[in-house]
């Protein structure tokens, strides 16, 4: 698959068109210049390359090229509350992630997956407390401490 292959992909689909395992600035401006209407900054799982940057590097960057063009989502490594609020503040439009819901499913079934769910809403809002933060329109770099 290639640039071509997802613009084509996205005319014939004709409705909102999100491209996943976007990783690079150059990346997220093609995928601006394709007509999407989100990407998902991922790098699916680090499983193609083992020690491969983590999306959540990048988003800094991304955010800052299109996110003013574009809704980023930041994919990968959304395990806990704090991830999100971290992607959040760094000005990721949401979050997705797949392993912290599968485990829970693998391990419990349905409950595991309430479980997960309940668990990850408790974190977060514990920890917009321990931010001082009330709504998540107020999250922003602030927030944070790049290193």
Not at 12 to 28: H, I, N, P, R, T
Not at 39 to 46: A, E, F, K, L, P
Not at 101 to 106: D, F, G, Q, T
Not at 117 to 143: A, F, H, P, W, Y
Request: glycine fraction near 12%; proline fraction near 1%; include cysteine.
């Amino acid at each position: 698959m290639d640039w071509k292959d997802a613009e084509e992909i996205k005319q014939k689909w004709g409705k909102k068109f999100c491209l996943k395992g976007v990783m690079s600035v150059e990346d997220a401006k093609r995928a601006v210049d394709i007509g999407a209407d989100a990407i998902m900054v991922s790098n699916h799982g680090g499983r193609q390359l083992d020690g491969s940057i983590s999306p959540f590097d990048q988003l800094a960057d991304i955010v800052d090229a299109v996110g003013d063009e574009i809704d980023v989502i930041c994919d990968g490594g959304i395990r806990r509350g704090t991830h999100v609020l971290k992607a959040l503040s760094v000005g990721a439009k949401a979050c997705s992630g797949g392993r912290w819901y599968l485990y829970a499913l693998a391990a419990g079934g349905q409950q595991g997956v309430e479980k997960a769910i309940s668990n990850m809403k408790n974190e977060i809002e514990r920890d917009m407390k321990l931010m001082g933060v009330t709504k998540l329109s107020q999250l922003s770099r602030k927030n944070i401490k790049f290193r």
